[in-house]
């Protein structure tokens, strides 16, 4: 099993949207809607942003948006702020076991 | 609101077994799947494995040989032990509450532990 593929970092200005995508395979992201999306700032535990693709958690601003198209999953981040800044995770469940990407820096510009 | 708290060895020796526990304080125990994911410094998130109230255990596929998850219901607490670690395994390592069955996604985290492996 390989990670997901991520791209690097992205970046956008103070209310831009911005979007990291999350690439797998049929057996991960296309095969299964439990797609989740994590924000870690440096040197913190990851917090769930999305959930089963596009689900958000009670307390995260609707900034925040998932899809999913085939096997790849993407995270849509709208009206950027400076606290946006941070690393972003994707992670698919794949049956058994559990797969993430490899993480997105996003630079608020 | 739940509350993971983790402890154990922070510096261990090459060949030497990795303990940590991880304490689930507030909410419901039995409901939820328990986690293990490990950070290398300055790299990306690595799921371990994973015990569900059960007792069923599942486990990354290349850690599989080194990795026991069990778990504590009297206390609250699950544990990871990783034997035979190498520098290869230093990481933060987080425990990480998992909502499964029929959905899939860790909701509430430890506050990680480094471990370093160093002779």
């Known amino acids: 099993q390989s990670a997901l593929t991520q791209p690097r970092s992205v970046s956008g200005s103070p209310g831009q949207s911005v979007t990291i995508s999350c690439t797998g395979t049929?057996?991960?992201?296309?095969?299964?809607?439990?797609v989740s999306w994590y924000q870690q700032h440096p040197g913190k535990a990851p917090k769930l942003m999305i959930y089963?693709?596009?689900k958000r958690p009670s307390g995260v601003p609707d900034r925040f948006s998932g899809s999913k198209s085939g096997n790849t999953a993407s995270l849509t981040i709208s009206g950027l702020q400076a606290e946006d800044e941070a690393d972003y995770y994707c992670c698919s469940y794949a049956g058994k076991y559990v797969l993430f990407g490899g993480g997105t820096k996003l630079t608020v510009l | 609101q739940v509350q993971l708290q983790q402890w154990g060895a922070g510096l261990l020796r090459p060949s030497e077994t990795l303990s940590l526990t991880c304490g689930v304080y507030?909410?419901?125990?039995?409901?939820?799947?328990w986690s293990w994911i490990r950070q290398p410094p300055g790299k990306g998130l690595e799921w371990i494995g994973e015990?569900?109230?059960?007792?069923?255990?599942y486990y990354i596929p290349s850690l599989k040989s080194r990795v026991t998850i069990s778990v504590d219901t009297s206390k609250n607490q699950f544990s990871l032990k990783l034997s035979s670690v190498t520098a290869a395994d230093t990481a933060v390592y987080y425990c990480?509450?998992?909502?499964?069955?029929?959905?899939?996604?860790?909701?509430?985290w430890g506050q990680g532990t480094l471990v370093t492996v160093s002779s």
């Open positions: 089963d693709v596009f």
């Open positions: 507030g909410g419901s125990f039995s409901a939820y799947y």
């Open positions: 049929s057996s991960d992201v296309g095969g299964y809607n439990y």
């Open positions: 015990i569900h109230h059960s007792g069923s255990t």
């Open positions: 990480a509450r998992v909502t499964g069955s029929g959905t899939y996604y860790f909701d509430s």
